[in-house]
């Protein structure tokens, strides 16, 4: 229900940016979050933007350098990522959920509709 696109190739430095589409969901009613795996690591949370859009937040690897946001209005939802580095690379996903309170935002077992991911790999 939900496709994350728009990762690639970049080199360190260089700014790309995802999207997150849905079918079937409102994203207006739910917390949307970039979460992140690099191979052999957990996946961790990168950003996220609660229901009413005005509360954001970061994993302090991604301060100063990401900006989430979405568009209710296109039920979709963007990772700006620039100063890429060699260690942003892995799978990015969006996930998506309901009713989270602020402690819970960067825990993602509490999402429960999940996108399959958009490889990017940045190269030094």
């Known amino acids: 229900q939900l496709q994350a696109y728009g990762g690639g190739l970049v080199q360190a430095g260089d700014s790309l940016r995802l999207s997150c589409t849905t079918s079937?969901?409102?994203?207006?009613?739910?917390?949307i979050s970039w979460f992140r795996q690099a191979p052999g690591e957990e996946r961790e949370f990168v950003a996220g933007?609660?229901?009413?859009?005005?509360?954001?937040y970061y994993a302090e690897s991604v301060k100063g350098r990401f900006t989430v946001s979405k568009d209710n209005a296109k039920n979709t939802a963007y990772l700006q990522m620039s100063g890429l580095k060699t260690e942003d690379t892995a799978v990015y996903y969006c996930?998506?959920?309901?009713?989270?309170?602020?402690?819970?935002?960067?825990?993602?077992?509490?999402?429960?509709?999940w996108g399959k991911g958009t490889l990017v790999t940045v190269s030094s």
């Open positions: 996930a998506a959920a309901t009713g989270l309170i602020a402690s819970t935002v960067t825990d993602r077992g509490h999402y429960d509709v």
């Open positions: 079937g969901l409102t994203f207006r009613d739910r917390t």
């Open positions: 933007i609660r229901v009413n859009g005005g509360n954001r």
